[in-house]
């Protein structure tokens, strides 16, 4: 304890004379080496020297211990304050991160599995069948860029598209109100391309998408999104025709090719009939030759039963 006593007591005496030692030189160079107190010489320089002296062996610890303790105080409630406003920060990023899995979550149980309804699917209106029909079960999606284009569609300066555009609106009400509380309007804030968008949340929500749009069928199912397409729908819904089957038809008009008719079976089904050019207007036995399946609908070929030229 005597010699760390002793030990400060030295490092204040030395750091006495430095600054005494200082103020000496620093008063004489300054003033009293031309001015001399009292006329003698080094009087003043050396009051001054041993007042600094006194000072900084006796006053400046007692000053610096008051400044550490008043920088110590300054340092620790700026260190607390910092970490008050990193902690209250943390928790309010937590409970941000928190509040939106909550509303993540409840969007996903809200959406998942949904139905996720496409522009060409609205506009040709045949899903209001589908969905009075039974078929279109469960959540049934329409975002809010869907409804923009349809009314983007009934707002066209073309007649007939401007008259599809508003059949479209009226299928939409009617849809909703068909399928009631499973009727979702989804307000979506993303942008970009309507297809991208309808193919990211059907594969986001595990859901499936309802068009009539060739391409879209076509990105979805390279995918791996189930699509629920109305013209696959229709045409397997349509009449069953086999080769050498018979049926009347009526031959509506003159086909393509040379001495061919056409008519058309109650579920919209064409047939061409060789030779039926002959009877346009009159309703005609005939019998199935061959059936192709194409992906804009079927064809039937066929010829008039019992023809003789």
């Not at 009292?38 to 211990?65: D, K, N, R, T």
């Not at 050019?277 to 036995?285: N, P, S």
Request: charged share 25%.
């Amino acid at each position: 304890m005597e010699l760390t006593k002793l030990r400060n007591n030295l490092i204040k005496f030395i750091i006495a004379i430095s600054f005494g030692a200082l103020a000496f030189f620093a008063a004489r160079k300054w003033y009293f080496e031309t001015n001399p107190l009292l006329e003698v010489s080094y009087f003043a320089e050396a009051v001054i020297a041993l007042v600094i002296c006194a000072i900084a062996y006796f006053f400046f610890p007692a000053m610096g211990l008051v400044i550490t303790r008043w920088m110590e105080g300054i340092i620790n409630k700026t260190v607390t304050v910092t970490i008050k406003k990193l902690v209250n920060d943390k928790n309010i990023r937590s409970k941000k991160i928190k509040r939106e899995k909550k509303v993540e979550k409840e969007k996903f149980q809200k959406l998942e599995g949904a139905v996720f309804v496409d522009t060409s699917a609205i506009i040709d209106g045949r899903i209001l069948d589908v969905a009075k029909s039974g078929f279109l079960r469960g959540k049934v999606v329409v975002p809010r860029f869907v409804v923009s284009e349809v009314q983007q569609v009934s707002d066209s300066a073309n007649d007939l598209k401007r008259q599809r555009g508003r059949r479209g609106l009226d299928i939409l009400n009617d849809l909703k109100k068909e399928c009631g509380r499973n009727f979702i309007l989804y307000e979506s804030k993303e942008n970009g391309e309507v297809d991208s968008l309808l193919v990211n949340y059907a594969k986001k929500y595990h859901g499936a998408i309802v068009t009539t749009d060739f391409n879209l069928n076509k990105v979805a199912r390279v995918s791996n999104i189930k699509v629920l397409n109305i013209n696959d729908l229709a045409n397997s819904l349509k009449q069953n025709m086999l080769p050498q089957e018979k049926v009347l038809l009526k031959i509506s008009q003159k086909g393509k090719e040379s001495g061919q008719g056409v008519g058309y079976l109650d579920d919209g089904t064409m047939m061409v009939v060789e030779n039926g050019g002959l009877f346009v207007g009159k309703e005609i036995e005939v019998e199935v030759q061959k059936v192709l399946q194409k992906e804009s609908g079927r064809m039937i070929f066929s010829k008039i039963l019992n023809y003789k030229p």
